[in-house]
Structures are given as C-alpha cells and as structure tokens.
C-alpha cells in the first residue's frame, strides 16, 4: 500500500513554481525599471 | 532597447503552455510508486530543477572562458545571467529535496552527496555576487567573475566525489539501498515524465537566461550614459 | 641559465624573499601560530571535548584550526605586497606571473606547514594521543599544499574588492570543502590506524585538488592580476 504523501507531492510541486514565479517576477520588474532608466536617459 | 527576438516570443508563449501542461501530466498521468507514494511525483521536477541548474553553471563557465579569450563583455552578461538562474533552480532542487525527504526519512535534511552538493554551490555562486558587488568597473567584475565561475565549476566534481566517498563510510541511519533517493525501479511511463519534466526545464532555462541576458545589456547601456 | 631553471631561480627568489620578511618581521607565523591555539581551546570548551578525544575528532579539530590560521596568513601574505605597492614591483619583473603564484603559494604552504608542525606535539600532549607519524605529516603536506595554492589565487581575488580581505573565508571555504574532508578523513584513517589501502581514495582526492589547484594558477593568476 503506497504512503498518502498527495499533500507533500502538491507542496513539493508548488514549492518549485513559486520560488519559479518570484523569481521571473523579480526579473519582469527589474527590467521594468531598466526600462524606465532607459527612457530617462534618453529624455536628457 | 532593441525589440524583443521573434523567437524569444514564441519561448515564453510556448512554456506558458508547456510548464501546466507538464504539471498536469506528472499529477495525472504518472503511475503512482508503490512505497513512498504521490511524493514520488516531486521527483521528476525536483531532478529537473537539478539538471537545469547544473546545466546553468556549465553554462556561465563556458560563457566566463568564452569572456577571457574575447574579452566581449556580451560574454559576461551571459556568464551572470547563467549563474544567477542556476542560483534560482538550485535552490528549487534543494527546497523539493527537503519536502520529499520530511515523509520519506522523517528529517529535513539528509545530507544526501547530490543535495549537499547543490547545496555548496549555491554558497559558492552567493559568493561570486558578493565578489562582484565588491568590485568597481564592469572589466574587472567581468575578469574576475569569469575566473571564479570557471574555478568554481572545476571544484564541483570533487566536492560530490568526496561527499560520496564520506557518506559510504560514514552512513546515516536511512537506509534506502546504495543509491539513495531514486531507489526506486523507474517504470518506462515515469522515464516518459522524467524526461518531459527535463525537457521542460532546460526549456524555462533557456528562457530565463535569455531574458535575463537582456536585463544586464539594458542595465549596461543604461550606466554608459 | 636555461628558462627552465631561471623559473625555478624565480620562485626561489618570491619563496626566500617571503620567508625573510617573515624572518625579519615574525608578524605572520606567530599570529597564525597562536590564533590557532585560541581556536583548538574554544572548540575544547564550546564541544565540551574530552581528554581523550576520538581519533576523528582530534582530525576534524587540527584541520579546522589550521584551515583558520592558515587564512590570516594567506590574506596577509597577498595585503603585504598590496599595502606598499610592492605588487607592482613584482609584477614588472621580467618573469612569467605564474611564478609569482607558485613563489607565493609556496611560501603559504611553508608557512602554514611551519604551524602544523608546532600543532602536533601540542595536540599530542593536550590530547594525550601521539599525532607525530610520518604518514599524518604527508598527508598535512598534501592537504595544506592544497588549500594554500587555492587560498593564493582567491587572495588575489579578494584583495581587489571594496571589502579586502573580509572576502577571502567567502570565497575559499565552499571551494575548499573537498580538500577539507578528504584531509580529515585521511588524518582520521592514520590515527585510528587504518592500512594505506583504505586511505587510497582520499590520498588520490588530495592529489586530484592539488593538480587542479596548481593548474588553475598557472592558467589563472595572470588574468587575475592583469592592470
């Protein structure tokens, strides 16, 4: 009979696409705001 | 900024579809393992994320090697961006590593040689960002960061190799068989998802390092100005 | 001379050179000498070590006070010639940079050797366990020799940050990690008198970092001092 371990395999999981997600978030952001820089630069 | 690549594009809408995709297929259509159950299934991302940041650091050595010969410091951007998403996927490997391992062995922490080894060079590649933020002039963080990758993917091997060896002779009360975590006899609709699940990633890896690549050539044009 | 032998010529001259401002100075051994003792009687206390210590701990215990001190003296070794530019004296010098390296590892290793000499006896005594053998001695020449042709190149490496030295313990330990236990693991095989066949694997590890160590400055110390 195999263990019930569903609720560790969707932690496990979920664990994996948060840290996933906040990071391409991060990235999204950063780029965001290198964006912007750029834009202000250019204004000069 | 130059427009983003055509191809860039079409990577991101494609993992849109292909990371839910891969997720629904490891919950669903992946056969159980008999002993440890549903936990089982953390394998093949867990594994996945492993591969996608070894696969990183290969990666940013190259790219720091390529940096020396060239000195282009495209080379370089490449050689960070690597390392900071092989930073991200480690830490993916090591966090799944430890919920698989709370059921399983009842402990956090197993000090397993693969684990442990993920584990080091996350403190290895923390360092390189401490290194570069203490260095002034882009050439130089670009030097010596090259020089760093590179030592530090040389050094992996060794690490694993004696982590090995010490674990053999001084094993820990788990006993799973010789290999470890994957005792457990891989089914050929689990290899299927296994290799799903990698494809999958070194896909999300290319990806991310692209992206990334573009954020420091922005970051870069930004501060000649 | 030949180029053959002026190389050598020239990391005598970087090795004699250290260990006379050593001589003159005794500003680096003695400090490294003491600091690990301090640490040996902290980890007695904060282990609650007994007088009779296990042959794996006494090991992991000289190892660790000299993987510390030998860290003051490889920042201090590298500080020296940054402090009163002497680096770019050294650097004009008409020879390959890579001689520097091995002029100055070498020297950390004499040093750091020099220290684990003085340990030994003094683990021996404290511990009332005799350390001297032959085999240990080989096996703290292979481990040191290690980590110190390591810890010269990421000197070199630190030395140019904002923070100095500060960064060199960050960036050498995790690198250092498998010369760190395959060291402990020989020293723990010797003590508790294992035959030299089951110490193979960590003797041949030693070797391995040793090499790779030694090659990556060769190929790297140039690039890392480059103006």
């Not at chain 2, 090259?146 to 091997?157: D, F, K, N, Q, R």
């Not at chain 3, 001589?23 to 040996?40: D, E, S, T, Y």
């Not at chain 3, 481990?143 to 070199?156: P, Q, R």
Request: aromatic share 12%; with cysteine; hydrophobic share 55%.
């Amino acid at each position: 009979m195999p263990a019930n371990t569903t609720n560790e395999m969707l932690w496990g999981l979920i664990v994996i696409l948060v840290i996933l997600l906040i990071y391409t978030l991060s990235l999204y952001l950063r780029t965001l705001s290198a964006k912007s820089q750029q834009t202000k630069n250019q204004e000069k | 900024m130059t427009k983003q690549p055509k191809v860039l594009g079409i990577l991101d809408i494609l993992l849109l579809i292909l990371v839910p995709a891969s997720l629904v297929w490891i919950i669903f259509f992946t056969p159980m393992e008999a002993v440890m159950g549903n936990v089982q299934k953390v394998f093949y991302y867990h594994v996945a994320a492993a591969w996608a940041g070894m696969l990183c650091f290969i990666l940013a050595a190259l790219a720091g090697a390529a940096y020396l010969h060239a000195r282009r410091l495209q080379w370089d951007w490449l050689s960070l961006s690597a390392i900071e998403v092989g930073v991200v996927f480690s830490l993916c490997a090591i966090f799944s590593g430890m919920i698989w391992a709370r059921p399983i062995w009842n402990t956090w922490w197993v000090w397993d040689p693969r684990l442990t080894t993920t584990t080091i060079m996350v403190l290895i590649y923390l360092a390189y960002f401490i290194l570069r933020s203490g260095l002034t002039t882009p050439e130089v963080q670009a030097r010596l960061g090259s020089v760093y990758a590179i030592i530090g993917v040389l050094t992996v091997p060794l690490t694993f190799f004696s982590i090995r060896l010490f674990r053999t002779i001084h094993p820990v009360v788990i006993a799973t068989g010789s290999t470890g975590e994957s005792a457990f006899n891989m089914s050929p609709r689990m290899l299927v998802a296994l290799f799903i699940s990698l494809s999958v990633f070194t896909l999300l890896m290319a990806d991310l390092v692209w992206h990334r690549y573009r954020l420091a050539k922005l970051q870069s044009n930004n501060r000649k100005r | 001379m030949k180029p053959w032998t002026r190389y050598l010529y020239m990391i005598w001259l970087i090795v004699s050179k250290d260990i006379q401002v050593e001589w003159r100075g005794k500003q680096g051994v003695p400090v490294m000498l003491v600091f690990a003792l301090l640490i040996v009687f902290l980890f007695n206390f904060a282990l609650q070590l007994s007088p009779e210590l296990q042959a794996g701990l006494a090991a992991g215990l000289l190892w660790v006070s000299l993987m510390f001190a030998s860290t003051l003296g490889l920042n201090r070794s590298i500080s020296l010639e940054v402090e009163n530019k002497a680096l770019d004296g050294l650097l004009l010098a008409p020879m390959d940079r890579s001689a520097i390296f091995f002029g100055k590892s070498l020297s950390n290793l004499f040093f750091t050797f020099m220290v684990a000499l003085v340990l030994l006896p003094v683990f021996s005594l404290l511990y009332d366990q005799n350390m001297l053998h032959l085999n240990l001695l080989l096996v703290i020449f292979l481990g040191v020799s290690a980590f110190t042709s390591l810890g010269t190149l990421l000197a070199a490496l630190s030395i140019q940050t904002r923070t100095r030295d500060v960064l060199l313990p960050v960036l050498l330990y995790p690198l250092a990690l498998p010369i760190l236990i395959a060291s402990v693991e020989a020293s723990r095989g010797i003590l508790s008198g294992q035959s030299k066949f089951e110490l193979q694997s960590w003797l041949f590890l030693l070797l391995a970092g040793n090499f790779l160590f030694y090659a990556a400055g060769i190929l790297f110390y140039g690039t890392i001092l480059e103006e």
